[in-house]
């Protein structure tokens, strides 16, 4: 568990994917991730009932009969020799998280903006680490929602398993 640095030089805060909920009010999913240190602090990202499924299948390592959307580009990557280094939680503007994922192919550095669930997603079929940076972290939306969280899971109970 390498310490990395944001563009600010403050060290990022290494985080795992934690579960995925369902939201059945609003038909969205929510990622959610704690510190990979041990911590309890969560950070939930709400998206979209596809992408909290691609995540939900790569947290089970569920194998599809045909490679979905993540599983191509991984496949890309794989093909044309780019690993994928890992991902960063960049950015939140009006509760809209941003990331970027940082790719290495023949030592060249390369970064690609992206929806967090897609690079939530990719991050966990290539077994790269995921990062938040310390801004981010402390604007994280959630802070207060843990109650709410085990309320929405206790009300799922009986359904259908995220």
């Known amino acids: 568990m390498g310490e990395q640095t944001s563009h600010s030089a403050e060290p990022l805060i290494e985080l795992i994917v ?3 909920v369902e939201d059945s009010n609003t038909d969205t999913r929510i990622i959610v991730l704690t510190r990979n240190n041990g911590e309890a602090e969560t950070f939930m990202v709400w998206v979209g009932s596809a992408e909290g499924e691609s995540i939900r ?5 569920a194998v599809t009969p045909r490679p979905m959307s993540h599983d191509l580009i991984k496949s890309f990557g794989e093909h044309f020799g780019i690993k994928t ?3 960063v939680l960049t950015d ?3 509760s809209t ?3 970027t994922v940082y790719l290495e192919n023949k030592g060249v550095a390369r970064t690609i903006d992206a929806r967090p669930s897609d690079a ?3 991050a966990l ?3 790269a680490p995921i ?3 310390q801004d981010v972290w402390r604007r994280r939306s959630g802070q207060n929602l843990d109650a709410w969280l085990t309320k929405l899971e206790t009300k799922n109970i009986g359904t259908q398993e995220v």
Do not use: F, G, P, Q
Not at 57 to 61: C, M, N, P, S, Y
């Open 18 to 20: 934690n579960r995925v």
């Open 57 to 61: 299948r790569a947290l089970d390592t």
């Open 85 to 87: 280094e890992r991902i």
């Open 92 to 94: 939140v503007k009006s």
């Open 97 to 99: 998280y941003y990331a």
């Open 120 to 122: 939530i997603a990719l």
């Open 125 to 127: 079929r290539c077994h």
């Open 131 to 133: 990062y938040v940076t």
